[in-house]
Nanobody
Framework: QVQLVESGGGLVQAGGSLRLSCATS????????MAWFRQAPGKDREFVAG????????YYADSVKGRFTISKDNGKNTVYLQMNSLKPEDTAVYYC???????????????????WGQGTQVTVSS
């Protein structure tokens, strides 16, 4: 059974950096768009960053643009989220997600994804 496993979360001071990883055992990883979402306590899950199956299209939520970078290593079946200049409002559980269709450009809607990781906690102290 294909799974997504996130890692790299933790506690960091404001202005610091973290890199999240999301690894999968799926052999068809390279054919899927991937994305990162996050959910803060008491709030809905929100889109953070997405990348198309080929890596040719990358897009971000306005709140993280210029600070976060998503990348995809098809050889390692892993998608990354590099987070710089972290702010307390970035505190949330971060989830990676796999697109429901192959060879897609991805979407900022959670409905476009059919497989989710268990989440990794990111806490940014002020």
């Amino acid at each position: 059974q294909v799974q997504l496993v996130e890692s790299g979360g933790g506690l960091v001071q404001a202005g610091g950096s973290l890199r999240l990883s999301c690894a999968t055992s799926g052999r068809a990883f390279s054919t899927y768009a991937m994305a990162w979402f996050r959910q803060a306590p008491g709030k809905d899950r929100e889109f953070v960053a997405g990348i198309s199956w080929s890596g040719g299209r990358i897009y971000y939520a306005d709140s993280v643009k210029g600070r976060f970078t998503i990348s995809k290593d098809n050889g390692k079946n892993t998608v990354y989220l590099q987070m710089n200049s972290l702010k307390p409002e970035d505190t949330a559980v971060y989830y990676c997600a796999k697109s429901a269709v192959t060879y897609g450009s991805g979407s900022s809607s959670s409905r476009a994804y059919d497989l989710w990781g268990q989440g990794t906690q990111v806490t940014v102290s002020s």
